[in-house]
């Protein structure tokens, strides 16, 4: 897994990303059907205060170039669906429950494909 973090000019935080071989162990556990793709975008944060200033985007193209591949997303978070569509992912029509400290929740995946 790749993990990299944004700061800005005094070395603060920003934003953090990563990405790895897919699928993650829990997807196996889980049960959900297996990804088409072999690379998985496992978490973008960015701080509320960086938003729309390109911290994001810069973060996905350090961590998957314009590979194909996969993430989760939570079910009803529409700015970062509109992000990623922006970015050539499209939501695939699945629902799983989430768990962890997610738990009650659901989420789908979004694929990019056909990207590099």
Same mark, same amino acid.
């Given at each position: @897994?790749?993990?990299?973090?944004?700061?800005? /000019?005094?070395?603060?935080?920003?934003?953090?990303?990563?990405?790895?071989?897919?699928?993650?162990?829990?997807?196996?556990?889980?049960?959900?059907? #297996?990804?088409?793709?072999?690379?998985?975008? !496992?978490?973008?944060?960015?701080? $509320?205060?960086?938003?729309?200033?390109?911290?994001?985007?810069?973060?996905?193209?350090?961590?998957?170039?314009? #590979? /194909?591949?996969?993430?989760?997303?939570?079910?009803?978070?529409?700015?970062?669906?509109? !992000?990623?569509?922006?970015? %050539? !992912?499209?939501?695939?029509?699945?629902? !799983?429950?989430? %768990?962890?400290?997610?738990?009650?929740?659901? @989420?789908?995946? @979004?694929? $990019?494909?056909?990207?590099?």
């Amino acid at each position: @897994m790749r993990t990299l973090l944004a700061v800005d /000019d005094d070395g603060c935080p920003l934003g953090l990303v990563s990405a790895g071989p897919a699928p993650a162990a829990w997807e196996g556990r889980a049960g959900v059907p #297996a990804p088409i793709v072999p690379l998985q975008l !496992f978490q973008l944060y960015v701080l $509320r205060a960086a938003y729309g200033t390109g911290v994001g985007a810069a973060l996905q193209e350090a961590a998957i170039g314009a #590979a /194909d591949a996969y993430l989760w997303i939570m079910d009803g978070n529409a700015r970062a669906e509109r !992000f990623y569509a922006r970015h %050539g !992912f499209r939501a695939l029509a699945e629902s !799983f429950p989430a %768990g962890g400290p997610w738990a009650g929740q659901h @989420m789908h995946r @979004m694929l $990019r494909t056909g990207a590099a």
